[in-house]
Nanobody
Framework: QVQLVESGGGLVEAGGSLRLSCAAS????????MGWYRQAPGKQRELVAD???????NYADSVKGRFTISRDGAKKTVYLQMNSLKPEDTAVYYC???????????????WGQGTQVTVSS
């Protein structure tokens, strides 16, 4: 079994910063893509950013220049540094990871439980 545990959410004023972390654990042989998604009340879950095992990154237009995704392969952890936060960034943030487990023949997608980020105006 694979678990993803997020941390680092909270309440911050507009213009402030937060750093989210997501650590994967369990029966993991390798991880390909790791990503962050978010879901605001009444809205669909949307991609914020993702990063491949080779370090290639992809960002939503709404966060380009403000958010930075990174990962530590040895720690099986993905980070999201969020700067210049805006009230519209308020959402539950979820991480995910495409994981190849030991003895498995293909990758499976796993999700964390989510962490709340609230940006006050």
């Amino acid at each position: 079994q694979v678990q993803l545990v997020e941390s680092g959410g909270g309440l911050v004023e507009a213009g402030g910063s937060l750093r989210l972390s997501c650590a994967a654990s369990g029966s993991i042989f390798s991880i390909s893509v790791m990503g962050w998604y978010r879901q605001a009340p009444g809205k669909q879950r949307e991609l914020v950013a993702d990063i491949t095992s080779g370090g290639r990154t992809n960002y939503a237009d709404s966060v380009k220049g403000r958010f930075t995704i990174s990962r530590d392969g040895a720690k099986k952890t993905v980070y999201l540094q969020m700067n210049s936060l805006k009230p519209e960034d308020t959402a539950v943030y979820y991480c995910n990871a495409e994981v190849l487990g030991y003895g498995r023949g293909d990758y499976n997608l796993y999700w964390g439980q989510g962490t709340q980020v609230t940006v006050s105006s």
